[in-house]
């Protein structure tokens, strides 16, 4: 059984950047497609960046050119660089394959709030 394991996530003022960490465990890591989710109080979970297993990346369009994700394959990890941070951005982040296929995990917190 796979497990998911979010880190990074707090709180930060407008503007400022975090970098979220993912590892996964229990599984051929490296041939998945991985993404990051978003889950807001009220919406369903979303899907807010993608990463092959060869790197080529996709964003939906809000986060385009403010977030970045990477994927380092020998540590089976999966990683989101958010820069430029709004409050709009606030939430519980969770990453999983693309399309899901393992259990989620607890996700990281991240409050953007002067």
């Known amino acids: 059984q796979v497990q998911l394991v979010e880190s990074g996530g707090g709180l930060v003022q407008p503007g400022g950047s975090l970098r979220l960490s993912c590892a996964a465990s229990?599984?051929?890591?490296?041939?998945?497609?991985m993404g990051w989710y978003r889950q807001t109080p009220g919406k369903q979970r979303e899907l807010v960046a993608s990463?092959?297993?060869?790197?080529?990346?996709d964003y939906v369009d809000p986060v385009k050119g403010q977030f970045t994700i990477s994927r380092d394959n020998a540590k089976n990890t999966v990683y989101l660089q958010m820069n430029r941070l709004k409050p709009e951005d606030t939430g519980v982040y969770y990453c999983n394959t693309v399309p899901t296929y393992w259990s989620w995990g607890q996700g990281t917190q991240v409050t953007v709030s002067s």
């Open positions: 229990g599984s051929i890591f490296s041939v998945y497609v």
């Open positions: 990463i092959t297993s060869s790197g080529g990346t």
